[in-house]
């Protein structure tokens, strides 16, 4: 009797305990933060999809909600994000959220610039952003029509051996490469030390966003920030996913690639891996591009005041080059290459490797650090209608910064202290090109380039509304080389330490303004190739180029927050500027000897016609442009002679390769059946292809679409299908040129690389969720 009281007490007392349990239910808690630049976001707003608890994330991102049901559905919404649902139960109640910007948001997105952590509305400085959305708006081999669609950035590539990436002018007479523009991926460097960038390394596919600042940056950023900063972030995988994903592209002139993307996202850790190969026969003769790309994304988080990040990178490209066409054979057939290129079988083979390993520490809640670690090396066989190239490549470096935040009473401000160093090391020979193997050498030559900066910044704000930033930065460069055929060749080239200051005031008038002043300051030094004297010794007396930018930036949301809005209006003086010359056939030499203008304005609209309305066939509906003016001149820019005589001057000319209107207009829709279409114009006016302006590449316009349909086949089986249609008009136009190219032999000079005509192509994307 006793045994069956005490077995009905306890059955008793253990379903009031369980009934208590359910009336008071659990907490759930959990990190939210944007998927691109990693930081906490705040103002989240976080509730059940019976909307009986709900609660707005803190300062750091954090949340805790108190749910009384066993299980249910948790949503995750803000204003220029993307909103996620995620599923909690008794053993999941700890969260771990990644928020993916909406594109169409201008000024909502919180951006890492300058180290803000704040929504671009109140960061100062002309900073824009690209969302995966927009990235895949295109034909997916190549980020021309995402860079095309921001006001001054301009991408300018005819065929996938070759692209050239300006800011405002900065970076348009590099005849090879990306230059004056400073690149990082997952915030590692990758311009190498001599302030050279190459895109090819860099998978399309592997991209979740871009965010770019336009303008000086070398306060934060260093040297060879005349341009501008582009910080490529790869993708993470949805928090409490783990999928693999097949994609297949097909398309005209010989288009194939198909990827393998692995994804993984839990607590503890997050990993993505993806493995991709691609070939593409190209429209012009000698112009075949094969490209294989590995790549590993990982992040890990071992205490909740700590993430390690790690990334590692391999890329394989074999591209031949058709090299550029004068006018005449662009009449008689543009789908030629260039004899000389096709002769000497002109190419790239080059094969790429970065690692890199980070680390974001929080050391109390106003102190954190942020630091990296990267290596970056690659081989490269170059043989060229003048040479034939082989280069070995190596280099090592770090980046940390600490961020403090004391609470002042008064003035609250936040400090950045850090500093970055990249060493490399550069083994290159160059042999006679014959026919495409190596003849004779010419050089040998070994470069070890030494590059650092220090860097201070803090934000002040003086009043509710305003705030002040200052900023400050100390860079040195050394190139040191040894010619070990020609040792008198030998020496060391220093730059003098530069220090590199900006200033900025922010005003917040209100959801329909917040006004930004900025003045800022910037310097590049010549590459390891711009520093030789024509003989092929060092030039002791060339310098970097400098630039003091002066702006206004208007950022803001009207007509009830759908329209958005990013205005820029800015004055750059170049001093320093190197001109390049011409000397003798494939011999070009560079001097001091420009000092330019770059007045310019660039405005981007974002319109929310429909947004995710779910009761019409159309949910969501968002034209989209931007436009860009430039008002770019030689200010003092002149020519001497062997004898240092004035032989030409071209003060007041055109500067070369800028044109003065580019506009770009889009529209995206989006449907509750699942088919959408992206479709967008792009406008570029006619430019001066030579210094003396008597040579012009004429204005070109064409249309791009792509429709596509998205559903689920079965539960945890995703598909997207998709085509696109590139130059629908058939224009016929050139967007890689060669400037300033030199015309022999009483022939026209070969300026053009022909764009491709009219083309389509098809894609599949299939994803299985486990």
Same mark, same amino acid.
Not at 380 to 394: G, M, S
Not at 564 to 569: D, E, G, K, M, P
Not at 750 to 760: D, L, V
């Given at each position: 009797?006793?045994?069956?009281?005490?077995?009905?007490?306890?059955?008793?007392?253990?379903?009031?305990?369980?009934?208590?349990?359910?009336?008071?239910?659990?907490?759930?808690?959990?990190?939210?933060?944007?998927?691109?630049?990693?930081?906490?976001?705040?103002?989240?707003?976080?509730?059940?999809?019976?909307?009986?608890?709900?609660?707005?994330?803190?300062?750091?991102?954090?949340?805790?909600?108190?749910?009384?049901?066993?299980?249910g559905v948790i949503t995750f919404s803000a204003i220029g994000y993307k909103s996620q649902t995620s599923t909690f139960d008794s053993h999941q109640k700890k969260f771990r959220i990644f928020m993916e910007p909406i594109h169409i948001s201008l000024n909502e997105v919180v951006v890492k610039s300058f180290n803000s952590h704040k929504k671009n509305k109140y960061t100062p400085g002309a900073i824009s952003t690209i969302s995966q959305a927009r990235i895949r708006q295109g034909n997916e081999v190549s980020l021309q029509s995402a860079f095309n669609s921001v006001p001054g950035v301009k991408m300018d590539q005819s065929t996938l051996s070759e692209a050239r990436v300006s800011?405002?002018?900065?970076?348009?007479?590099?005849?090879?490469?990306?230059?004056?523009?400073?690149?990082?991926?997952?915030?590692?460097?990758?311009?190498?030390?001599?302030?050279?960038?190459?895109?090819?390394?860099?998978?399309?596919?592997?991209?979740?966003?871009?965010?770019?600042?336009?303008?000086?940056?070398?306060?934060?950023?260093?040297?060879?920030?005349?341009?501008?900063?582009?910080?490529?972030?790869?993708?993470?995988?949805?928090?409490?996913?783990?999928?693999?994903?097949?994609?297949?592209?097909?398309?005209?002139?010989?288009?194939?690639?198909?990827?393998?993307?692995?994804?993984?996202?839990?607590?503890?850790?997050?990993?993505?891996?993806?493995?991709?190969?691609?070939?593409?026969?190209?429209?012009?003769?000698?112009?075949?591009?094969?490209?294989?790309?590995?790549?590993?994304?990982?992040?890990?988080?071992?205490?909740?005041?700590?993430?390690?990040?790690?990334?590692?990178?391999?890329?394989?490209?074999?591209?031949?080059?058709?090299?550029?066409?004068?006018?005449?054979?662009?009449?008689?057939?543009?789908?030629?290459?260039?004899?000389?290129?096709?002769?000497?079988?002109?190419?790239?083979?080059?094969?790429?490797?970065?690692?890199?390993?980070?680390?974001?520490?929080? =050391? @109390?809640? #106003?102190?954190?650090?942020?630091?990296? /670690?990267? +290596?970056? $090396? %690659?081989?490269?066989?170059?043989? &060229? *209608?003048?040479?034939?190239?082989?280069?070995?490549?190596?280099?090592?470096?770090?980046?940390?910064?600490?961020?403090?935040?004391?609470?002042?009473?008064?003035?609250?401000?936040?400090?950045?202290?850090?500093?970055?160093?990249?060493?490399?090391?550069?083994?290159?020979?160059?042999?006679?090109?014959?026919?495409?193997?190596?003849?004779? =050498? @010419?050089? #040998?030559?070994?470069?070890?380039?030494? /590059?650092? +900066?220090? $860097? %201070?910044?803090?934000?002040?704000? &003086? *009043?509710?509304?305003?705030?002040?930033?200052?900023?400050?930065?100390?860079?040195?460069?050394?190139?040191?080389?040894?010619?070990?055929?020609?040792?008198?060749?030998?020496?060391?080239?220093?730059?003098?330490?530069?220090?590199?200051?900006?200033?900025?005031?922010?005003?917040?008038?209100?959801?329909?303004?917040?006004?930004?002043?900025? =003045?800022?300051?910037?310097?590049?030094?010549?590459?390891?190739?711009?520093?030789?004297?024509?003989?092929?010794?060092?030039?002791?007396?060339?310098?970097?180029?400098?630039?003091?930018?002066?702006?206004?930036?208007?950022?803001?949301?009207?007509?009830?927050?759908?329209?958005?809005?990013?205005?820029?209006?800015?004055?750059?003086?170049?001093?320093?500027?190197?001109?390049?010359?011409?000397?003798?056939?494939?011999?070009?030499?560079?001097?001091?000897?420009?000092?330019?203008?770059?007045?310019?304005?660039?405005?981007?609209?974002?319109?929310?016609?429909?947004?995710?309305?779910?009761?019409?066939?159309?949910?969501?509906?968002?034209?989209?442009?931007?436009?860009?003016?430039?008002?770019?001149?030689?200010?003092?820019?002149?020519?001497?002679?062997?004898?240092?005589?004035?032989?030409?001057?071209?003060?007041?000319?055109?500067?070369?390769?800028?044109?003065?209107?580019?506009?770009?207009?889009?529209?995206?829709?989006?449907?509750?059946?699942?088919?959408?279409?992206?479709?967008?114009?792009?406008?570029?006016?006619?430019?001066?292809?030579?210094?003396?302006?008597?040579?012009?590449?004429?204005?070109?316009?064409?249309?791009?679409?792509?429709?596509?349909?998205?559903?689920?086949?079965?539960?945890?089986?995703?598909?997207?299908?998709?085509?696109?249609?590139?130059?629908?008009?058939?224009?016929?136009?050139?967007?890689?040129?060669?400037?300033?190219?030199?015309?022999?032999?009483?022939?026209?000079?070969?300026?053009f690389t022909p764009s491709p005509g009219r083309n389509a192509y098809l894609g599949l994307r299939i994803k299985y969720i486990f």
């Amino acid at each position: 009797m006793k045994k069956a009281v005490y077995i009905l007490t306890t059955i008793v007392f253990s379903f009031i305990i369980s009934l208590k349990g359910q009336a008071q239910g659990y907490r759930l808690e959990g990190q939210i933060y944007d998927v691109h630049t990693q930081e906490p976001l705040a103002g989240i707003h976080v509730h059940t999809s019976d909307s009986s608890a709900n609660t707005v994330s803190s300062n750091n991102g954090s949340f805790s909600l108190s749910v009384k049901s066993e299980e249910g559905v948790i949503t995750f919404s803000a204003i220029g994000y993307k909103s996620q649902t995620s599923t909690f139960d008794s053993h999941q109640k700890k969260f771990r959220i990644f928020m993916e910007p909406i594109h169409i948001s201008l000024n909502e997105v919180v951006v890492k610039s300058f180290n803000s952590h704040k929504k671009n509305k109140y960061t100062p400085g002309a900073i824009s952003t690209i969302s995966q959305a927009r990235i895949r708006q295109g034909n997916e081999v190549s980020l021309q029509s995402a860079f095309n669609s921001v006001p001054g950035v301009k991408m300018d590539q005819s065929t996938l051996s070759e692209a050239r990436v300006s800011i405002r002018g900065s970076g348009v007479r590099s005849p090879w490469g990306i230059r004056n523009i400073k690149i990082y991926v997952n915030d590692i460097p990758v311009t190498e030390t001599d302030g050279t960038t190459r895109l090819e390394a860099i998978d399309v596919n592997d991209l979740s966003g871009v965010e770019i600042i336009k303008g000086p940056a070398s306060s934060i950023y260093g040297a060879g920030t005349t341009g501008g900063i582009i910080n490529f972030q790869l993708q993470r995988a949805p928090y409490g996913e783990q999928s693999i994903e097949a994609s297949g592209l097909a398309g005209a002139f010989g288009l194939k690639r198909f990827a393998t993307t692995y994804r993984s996202g839990s607590e503890k850790m997050n990993s993505y891996v993806s493995y991709g190969q691609q070939d593409f026969d190209g429209h012009q003769q000698h112009s075949n591009d094969f490209r294989r790309f590995l790549a590993g994304n990982f992040l890990f988080y071992p205490s909740d005041n700590r993430s390690i990040t790690l990334l590692i990178n391999r890329t394989t490209q074999h591209s031949q080059i058709p090299g550029a066409l004068t006018q005449e054979q662009i009449e008689e057939n543009r789908n030629q290459a260039n004899a000389g290129n096709v002769n000497k079988k002109a190419g790239r083979y080059q094969n790429w490797t970065r690692i890199g390993l980070g680390q974001q520490y929080t =050391i @109390r809640n #106003n102190l954190k650090n942020s630091t990296s /670690l990267f +290596t970056y $090396f %690659y081989d490269i066989d170059h043989p &060229l *209608a003048f040479a034939y190239i082989r280069n070995f490549y190596q280099s090592y470096g770090g980046r940390t910064y600490f961020t403090y935040s004391p609470d002042f009473q008064n003035f609250s401000t936040s400090f950045t202290l850090g500093a970055e160093f990249n060493q490399a090391n550069t083994k290159g020979t160059q042999y006679e090109n014959d026919e495409g193997k190596e003849g004779d =050498i @010419r050089s #040998n030559v070994d470069y070890k380039n030494t /590059l650092y +900066t220090l $860097f %201070y910044q803090s934000e002040t704000r &003086l *009043a509710p509304k305003t705030t002040l930033t200052l900023g400050l930065s100390y860079n040195g460069l050394k190139y040191d080389v040894s010619d070990y055929l020609q040792s008198a060749q030998s020496g060391v080239k220093h730059f003098k330490g530069e220090f590199s200051p900006r200033i900025a005031l922010s005003y917040d008038f209100g959801e329909f303004l917040t006004l930004h002043s900025s =003045i800022s300051t910037g310097f590049a030094p010549p590459t390891g190739s711009e520093i030789q004297n024509a003989d092929g010794s060092i030039n002791r007396n060339i310098g970097a180029e400098k630039a003091v930018n002066y702006e206004i930036n208007a950022k803001g949301n009207i007509l009830d927050s759908r329209l958005a809005y990013n205005l820029s209006l800015y004055k750059m003086d170049m001093k320093g500027e190197l001109i390049a010359q011409t000397v003798a056939q494939n011999i070009t030499i560079y001097n001091n000897s420009g000092k330019t203008s770059h007045n310019g304005a660039e405005l981007s609209l974002a319109y929310q016609v429909l947004n995710k309305n779910e009761k019409k066939w159309v949910t969501s509906l968002h034209p989209y442009a931007s436009v860009t003016y430039s008002n770019f001149h030689f200010e003092d820019y002149k020519i001497k002679d062997e004898n240092n005589e004035v032989e030409s001057i071209f003060d007041g000319n055109e500067l070369t390769g800028i044109a003065p209107w580019n506009v770009y207009v889009g529209l995206d829709m989006e449907t509750r059946t699942g088919f959408y279409l992206n479709t967008h114009y792009y406008f570029n006016d006619r430019f001066p292809l030579n210094d003396e302006n008597t040579a012009y590449n004429p204005s070109y316009q064409f249309i791009n679409t792509k429709i596509g349909y998205k559903t689920n086949l079965m539960k945890h089986l995703e598909t997207d299908i998709y085509t696109g249609f590139d130059n629908i008009t058939d224009e016929k136009y050139s967007s890689m040129t060669s400037l300033n190219a030199v015309s022999y032999g009483g022939g026209s000079p070969a300026y053009f690389t022909p764009s491709p005509g009219r083309n389509a192509y098809l894609g599949l994307r299939i994803k299985y969720i486990f």
